[in-house]
C-alpha cells in the first residue's frame, strides 16, 4: 500500500467520524478486510476506500504447479482467475514457452508466486523471468477476458469474499453501494457499483520475487452525487 493511498484511508475515517451518530476505525488487519470498519445505530459494516477509479479492486496471487493454475486464496476473484488460466490457450502456449526458455520440462515446470517457492528446482529462477520479458514483444499479460461482468465479480468479491462483507465503496470522490443490501438503509439513490472491463493475468518481475496476479478494474464506474471524501462539495449519504 502507497503512503498517499494509506493517508486517503485515514481521512475517509476521520471524515466519517465528523458525522453525528456515525463512528468510523481503520482497523489493523489483513487483507481478507475491507478498510474501514463504520458503527451507525446498532449496524456494523465495512467500507472498501480507493483514492481513484483506476485501482485494482482485487488482485489475487495464482501459480504453477503439478500441471494446472492453482491459487491460496479463496475468493471469487481467485477461483475466476485460475479457471480463465487453465482452459486458456494462449496461457497453455506461455507456459510450454517460458519452460522451454527455462530449459524445465514442462510436465515439471512451476511458476511460483513467492520467494520461498523459488526454491523449488523445478520453478522458473527470478533472473530467467526477468530475461524472458525484456525481449522485445513478449507481452506481461499471459490471459485476458475482455469485456467481463466486474461489477458482478467485484460485488461478490467484497461480500462473500472477504472475512467479514463489505456493502459499501469510496473510489475517489464517489460513494457506492456494493450490492442490493444496503444495512445502513442509505437508499436507492445511492448508485450499486457496477460495470465491465477487461478480466486480465499479468505477470511482474519488480520484487525479489515475480507474481502472477489478476488485474481486475473497472472500466468506467457510475457517477455518484454522493461522497465520504475530504473537502468533497457532494450529499454526504448519511444526512439526509
Known amino acids: 500500500m502507497s503512503a498517499a ?13 465528523a458525522i453525528p451518530g ?26 472498501e476506500v480507493k483514492m481513484n477509479h483506476t485501482d485494482n479492486l482485487s488482485n489475487p496471487r495464482v501459480f504453477y504447479k503439478d500441471r494446472k493454475w492453482q491459487t491460496t486464496y479463496s475468493t471469487p476473484a481467485a477461483k475466476t482467475a485460475v479457471d480463465l488460466l487453465n482452459r486458456s490457450l494462449a ?4 507456459v510450454t514457452d517460458i519452460a522451454k526458455f527455462a530449459g524445465i520440462p514442462v ?16 520453478a522458473v529462477p527470478l533472473a530467467i523471468m526477468k530475461e524472458y520479458f525484456s525481449q522485445p ?7 485476458m477476458s475482455e469485456n467481463f461482468d466486474m461489477g458482478k465479480l467485484v460485488t461478490e468479491h467484497y461480500t462473500i469474499g ?43 518481475t519488480r520484487s525479489a520475487f515475480y507474481e502472477v496476479q489478476a488485474e481486475i478494474k473497472i472500466i468506467s464506474m457510475p457517477n455518484s452525487t454522493f461522497s465520504l471524501a475530504p473537502g468533497t462539495n457532494k450529499k454526504n449519504p448519511f444526512l439526509k
Open 5 to 17: 493511498s494509506d493517508k486517503f484511508e485515514k481521512d475517509v475515517a476521520k471524515n466519517i467520524n
Open 22 to 47: 456515525i463512528r468510523a476505525e481503520r482497523p489493523t488487519v489483513g487483507t481478507q478486510y475491507s478498510d474501514v470498519r463504520m458503527m451507525y445505530k446498532s449496524t456494523t459494516t465495512w467500507l
Open 91 to 94: 496461457t497453455k502456449k506461455w
Open 107 to 122: 510436465s515439471k515446470v512451476e511458476i511460483p508466486t513467492t520467494k520461498g517457492g523459488l526454491n523449488s528446482p523445478n
Open 137 to 143: 514483444g513478449i507481452n506481461r499479460y499471459i490471459a
Open 162 to 204: 472477504k472475512a467479514e462483507p463489505a456493502y459499501y465503496m469510496q473510489a475517489a470522490d464517489d460513494f457506492y453501494r456494493i450490492s442490493n443490501k444496503d444495512p445502513f438503509k442509505l437508499g436507492a439513490k445511492i448508485p450499486i457499483l457496477k460495470g465491465r472491463g477487461d478480466f486480465k493475468v499479468r505477470v511482474a
